[in-house]
């Protein structure tokens, strides 16, 4: 049996929200439950076996404050401001979520032991305890965690042994030094130091883990692969569906407020310009004339006492106009840096709001994708059983018309041409040919080369694939398999 695999799924969040919290807190009403567990995969009955650990000690879920209040009254203790506060559309990375994990056969084995467990939806599990490993290991991880990023960084640390595969969620604060730090903490300064950091992290997790029998697995960042059961990755990527529009209309609303700000701000700008170039104007006047007035009187005008009092009057209306002068450039200053500001805002929110576009058309396309392979899968399904029943139905002529076709070979050995016809697929063609031979078949009988042509497509080599399996799964001595 292949070793059991760790599981961590990295998630940073601009916060939390309380339906989040109530989620993950179980802090649902009756008719919250009953949502819940019609749309979902949790089990009721096994909901008062979560915990969570607090100061490294297993407690029962506090569910008198939700997390985000509990955000609250830390940022309020240490003497932190959360920098979304007050923001129409939270801005900073504030939450970094963690799931903890592993393969859901050692999971669950951790939480009940031997005990029988009914997957099975709408099961009734009351007569289940939890075991103490599943607390030593949650206490593993929770030190982990608060070793690495602080435990005054830990929100909520809690484990639910309610759903498919019992699991911790983490909430943690980024915070370095008094400050939010998620760029310095985890993002680093690019996506390449990003992924490295991530690969390091599995590793260093995977320490923790061998005491419990796991080792490391694949990151999210390595291969894309989201650790959810079937039923919570489509759900999950229909909240994100949904949450990337409402991300979108919020970033509308932005851009409109931005618009108008900057429209504001232009006019200020022009407004301001205009007075700084009439001041600029008039104290050249004033320049002018008092140049005027010293050349009159070194020239030894008639009344000096009079050009005097009038070069007094100049520079003291000099002065005042500088004044001014200084004011509106300050002013003109601070407009332009405000209306480049919005500008640079107004550019960034255009581009996230295409890639939020682009991102939702990505998880559309996703949820597209696998429901289309669902139903190929059933479709594929229904149509060999149904071969195989109608088949059986016909005379020994009747069959022999079947022979040799890929519904026959599908019918007969399924999963094996499947496999082989995947060997093939990527590539792998001395595997294929080893594994038909193992499995009773041919395999290839041709010297003629194997591979994918360059004009080729995708479903093309994907069919030939399939009949090339076929072929090299039938008997080698070319009998018919008994019906």
């Given amino acids: 049996m292949a070793t059991p695999k760790q599981v961590m799924d990295f998630r940073p969040s601009k916060g939390i929200t309380t339906a989040q919290s109530n989620e993950h807190q179980r802090r649902w009403?009756?008719?919250g439950w009953g949502s819940a567990e019609a749309t979902g995969n949790y089990d009721r009955s096994r909901e008062r076996l979560n915990f969570e650990i607090r100061g490294g000690k297993v407690c029962p879920i506090d569910k008198s404050r939700s997390i985000p209040e509990r955000m609250a009254d830390i940022l309020r203790s240490r003497g932190i401001k959360d920098p979304n506060e007050g923001l129409a559309e939270p801005r900073f990375r504030t939450v970094v979520n963690f799931i903890f994990g592993g393969s859901r056969e050692r999971m669950t084995e951790l939480a009940f032991g031997d005990q029988k467990v009914n997957l099975t939806h709408g099961a009734d599990n009351s007569h289940l305890h939890r075991c103490k490993d599943i607390e030593e290991w949650a206490k593993d991880v929770y030190r982990f965690v608060a070793d690495k990023y602080g435990e005054e960084n830990i929100v909520a640390f809690i484990v639910h042994l309610d759903e498919t595969n019992p699991h911790v969620h983490c909430t943690l604060?980024?915070?370095k030094d008094g400050k939010f730090a998620y760029k310095q903490i985890f993002a680093g300064k690019d996506k390449y130091e990003f992924s490295a950091r991530m690969k390091a992290l599995h590793s260093e997790f995977a320490e923790v883990n061998k005491r419990w029998g796991m080792e490391r697995g694949t990151s999210v960042s390595e291969t894309g692969a989201r650790h959810r059961t079937t039923e919570e990755y489509r759900r999950q990527l229909s909240e994100q569906c949904t949450t990337i529009e409402q991300s979108v209309a919020a970033h509308q609303r932005t851009l409109a407020s931005l618009q108008s700000d900057i429209r504001l701000a232009e006019r200020r700008v022009k407004g301001l310009t205009s007075m700084v170039n009439n001041l600029l104007q008039e104290?050249?006047?004033?320049?002018a004339a008092l140049a005027e007035l010293h050349r009159q009187i070194l020239a030894g005008h008639d009344n000096p006492d009079a050009l005097r009092q009038q070069v007094q009057e100049l520079e003291q209306?000099?002065?005042a106009i500088q004044s001014k002068l200084d004011d509106k450039q300050e002013k003109l200053s601070e407009a332009d840096r405000k209306l480049d500001a919005l500008r640079e805002e107004m550019?960034?929110?255009?581009?996230?709001?295409?890639?939020?576009?682009?991102?939702?058309?990505?998880?559309s396309?996703?949820?597209?994708?696998?429901?289309?392979?669902?139903?190929?899968n059933a479709l594929l399904e229904n149509m060999v059983s149904e071969f195989s029943e109608r088949v059986a139905q016909l005379s020994n002529e009747g069959k022999d018309v079947?022979?040799?076709s890929l519904l026959q070979a599908f019918a007969e050995n399924g999963t094996e041409v499947m496999y082989c016809a995947t060997l093939l697929f990527l590539g792998y063609v001395d595997d294929a040919t080893t594994f038909a031979e193992g499995h009773g078949g041919g395999g290839s009988s041709s010297d003629l080369k194997w591979g994918r042509d360059d004009d080729e497509d995708e479903r093309a080599w994907a069919r030939r694939c399939m009949m090339k399996a076929a072929r090299m799964m039938r008997p080698s001595s070319g009998k018919k398999k008994k019906r």
Avoid: C, N
């Fill in 402 to 404: 079947f022979d040799g």
């Fill in 347 to 363: 550019t960034a929110m255009k581009e996230r709001t295409e890639e939020l576009r682009q991102e939702a058309h990505r998880y």
């Fill in 317 to 319: 209306e000099l002065s």
């Fill in 173 to 175: 604060l980024p915070i």
């Fill in 283 to 287: 104290k050249a006047e004033k320049e």
């Fill in 29 to 31: 009403t009756e008719k």
């Fill in 365 to 376: 396309d996703t949820i597209r994708q696998g429901a289309d392979t669902v139903l190929r």
